[in-house]
C-alpha cells in the first residue's frame, strides 16, 4: 500500500431549513423520491458540504473536520489514536485536503463507493468553494471506468465494476472479520453529530470508516 491515500469523507447538506434555497431543495429531492431533503442534499455533490474527512498516507492516520461546525475536546479520554487537524470553514477543509492529495508522495487513491460519492464531491465542492483540486484528485475522478489506475474503489472492485449487487462496507466488513465500521453510527447520523456539535464521535466514526477500508484492502490485496 506504499503511496496509496486512503480516503472516506463525511457531508451534511449545504441547505438547511431556514435557508432561502430549502424549497428549491424539496422540490429537488421529491422528484428524485427521496423523502428526506437533508439526506438529498448530503448526497447530491454540488449541495453536499464536507464536513470532515479521514485519511491515512503512510501508516500516518489523519481526520480534518470543520470546526465551524462541530466541538472537539483539548484532552479526550479516551485519548484519540489519530490526529486531528481544524479549519475554520469548508473551503479551508478541502484545501488542506488536495494539498496532501497534491503531495507527490501520494501515487493512490483508496476509497469504498469514492468513485460515485466521495472523489465526485471532492472535486465538485473544490471547484464552488474555488480551491484548486490537486491533479491527482482530477485524473482519478474522470479517468475510465473500466481502467482505473489511480483510484481504488473497493466497492467497484468487490462488486467487478457493477456487475454484480451494490452493498455497503458493513457487509464486506463482516465477512472478512474486520471490526465493524458502524458500531459508533452511519452515514445518515452525520447530520445529527453536527447538529450536536459532537466533533469527537464524528472524527472517531470517519476514521473508523478509513481503520476498515485499509483491513479490507490488505486482505484483499493479499499484504498482511
Same mark, same amino acid.
Given at each position: 500500500?506504499?503511496?496509496d491515500?486512503?480516503?472516506?469523507?463525511?457531508?451534511?447538506?449545504?441547505?438547511?431549513?431556514?435557508?432561502?434555497?430549502?424549497?428549491?431543495?424539496?422540490?429537488?429531492?421529491?422528484?428524485?423520491?427521496?423523502?428526506?431533503?437533508?439526506?438529498?442534499?448530503?448526497l447530491?455533490?454540488?449541495?453536499?458540504?464536507?464536513?470532515?474527512?479521514?485519511?491515512?498516507?503512510?501508516?500516518r492516520?489523519?481526520?480534518?473536520?470543520?470546526?465551524?461546525?462541530?466541538?472537539?475536546?483539548?484532552?479526550?479520554?479516551?485519548?484519540?489514536?489519530?490526529?486531528?487537524?481544524?479549519?475554520?470553514?469548508?473551503?479551508?477543509?478541502?484545501?488542506?485536503v488536495?494539498?496532501?492529495?497534491?503531495?507527490?508522495?501520494?501515487?493512490?487513491?483508496?476509497?469504498?463507493?469514492?468513485?460515485?460519492?466521495?472523489?465526485?464531491?471532492?472535486?465538485?465542492?473544490?471547484?464552488?468553494?474555488?480551491?484548486?483540486?490537486?491533479?491527482?484528485?482530477?485524473?482519478?475522478?474522470t479517468?475510465?471506468r473500466?481502467?482505473?489506475?489511480?483510484?481504488?474503489?473497493?466497492?467497484?472492485?468487490?462488486?467487478?465494476?457493477?456487475?454484480t449487487?451494490?452493498?455497503?462496507?458493513?457487509?464486506?466488513?463482516?465477512?472478512m472479520?474486520?471490526?465493524?465500521?458502524?458500531?459508533?453510527?452511519h452515514? !445518515?447520523? +452525520? #447530520?445529527? $453529530? @453536527?447538529? *450536536?456539535r459532537?466533533?469527537?464521535?464524528? &472524527? =472517531?466514526?470517519?476514521? !473508523?470508516? +478509513? #481503520?476498515? $477500508? @485499509?483491513? *479490507?484492502?490488505?486482505?484483499?490485496?493479499? &499484504? =498482511?
Amino acid at each position: 500500500m506504499r503511496g496509496d491515500l486512503v480516503l472516506d469523507i463525511e457531508c451534511v447538506s449545504s441547505i438547511q431549513e431556514e435557508d432561502e434555497s430549502w424549497p428549491a431543495l424539496v422540490e429537488m429531492a421529491t422528484n428524485a423520491n427521496e423523502p428526506d431533503p437533508l439526506k438529498y442534499g448530503a448526497l447530491c455533490a454540488p449541495l453536499a458540504r464536507v464536513v470532515s474527512v479521514a485519511m491515512r498516507s503512510g501508516g500516518r492516520d489523519l481526520v480534518i473536520v470543520d470546526a465551524a461546525l462541530v466541538d472537539l475536546k483539548e484532552s479526550p479520554d479516551p485519548p484519540r489514536r489519530f490526529m486531528v487537524k481544524e479549519v475554520a470553514g469548508e473551503k479551508a477543509l478541502l484545501a488542506a485536503v488536495n494539498e496532501i492529495v497534491g503531495h507527490q508522495a501520494t501515487k493512490r487513491l483508496v476509497t469504498f463507493n469514492g468513485r460515485s460519492y466521495d472523489l465526485p464531491i471532492l472535486l465538485t465542492r473544490s471547484r464552488i468553494n474555488r480551491v484548486a483540486a490537486a491533479p491527482l484528485l482530477v485524473e482519478a475522478t474522470t479517468e475510465p471506468r473500466f481502467k482505473a489506475r489511480l483510484h481504488v474503489d473497493m466497492l467497484e472492485v468487490v462488486t467487478v465494476q457493477g456487475a454484480t449487487r451494490r452493498f455497503p462496507m458493513r457487509a464486506l466488513a463482516i465477512a472478512m472479520g474486520i471490526d465493524d465500521p458502524k458500531k459508533l453510527g452511519h452515514g !445518515g447520523a +452525520v #447530520a445529527d $453529530l @453536527v447538529r *450536536a456539535r459532537d466533533g469527537e464521535r464524528l &472524527v =472517531a466514526y470517519n476514521m !473508523g470508516d +478509513v #481503520a476498515c $477500508l @485499509v483491513e *479490507a484492502l490488505e486482505l484483499w490485496e493479499g &499484504v =498482511a
